[in-house]
């Protein structure tokens, strides 16, 4: 089993930045793949951003704004979120899956992030 914990979600206003944190525990951090999702009001949870043991991947949306990164030595997973609009209004979800697996089987329990115009 695996807890994650998100935690950085606030206001902000359009241009500005956040940075959200997922804290893991319970299993050996460095097997699992990490990734963000986010959902916003109305609409179907997406894919944000993932990073593996290797490598990085990004949406259309977020590619350019958007920084993931991991940090094995302590269990966490980090989304830099630069240059924010609006649209980026969501609830913003860590997600833990083991390397090689197709599914996600672990979730937090969202952060919510609002953007102002």
């Known amino acids: 089993q695996v807890q994650l914990v998100e935690s950085g979600g606030g206001l902000v206003q359009a241009g500005g930045s956040l940075r959200l944190s997922c804290a893991a525990s319970?299993?050996?951090?460095?097997?699992?793949?990490m990734a963000w999702f986010r959902q916003a009001p109305r609409k179907e949870r997406e894919f944000a951003a993932l990073?593996?043991?290797?490598?990085?991947d990004y949406s259309d949306s977020v590619k350019g704004r958007f920084t993931i990164s991991r940090d094995n030595a302590k269990n966490t997973v980090f989304l830099q979120m630069n240059s924010l609009k609006p649209e980026d209004t969501a609830i913003y979800y860590c997600?833990?899956?083991?390397?090689?697996?197709?599914?996600?089987?672990?979730w937090g329990q969202g952060t919510q992030v609002t953007v102002s115009s």
């Open positions: 319970g299993r050996t951090f460095s097997n699992y793949d």
């Open positions: 990073i593996s043991w290797t490598s990085t």
């Open positions: 997600a833990a899956r083991l390397r090689g697996a197709s599914q996600y089987a672990y």
